[in-house]
């Protein structure tokens, strides 16, 4: 077995949808894009500020989108100071 620190994301990330629709119990899937997208989006913008010391465009040259997204994911996760 691959120790978790040399998993790739994504087998975590494939994980994780697995066992959403194991749980879902007969109910209908919806959104699913916009439900993996807000439990992703939120850490890794905070890691990314964190690791940057806040530095917006640097966080914005290491998550490959312009500044103007950045603040605007930023507002939307609460995470500007």
Known sequence: MVSSR???LRDFTAEAV???FRDLNG???GDLY???LGEVEAPLFD???E???GNQTQAAEILGINRA???????Q???LN
């Open 6 to 8: 040399k998993r790739p």
């Open 18 to 20: 697995n066992h959403y």
């Open 27 to 29: 109910h209908k899937a």
């Open 34 to 36: 916009g439900l993996v």
């Open 47 to 49: 890691a990314v500020m």
């Open 51 to 53: 690791h940057t010391h």
């Open 69 to 75: 997204t950045l603040r605007k994911k930023l507002r």
């Open 77 to 79: 996760y609460e995470l």
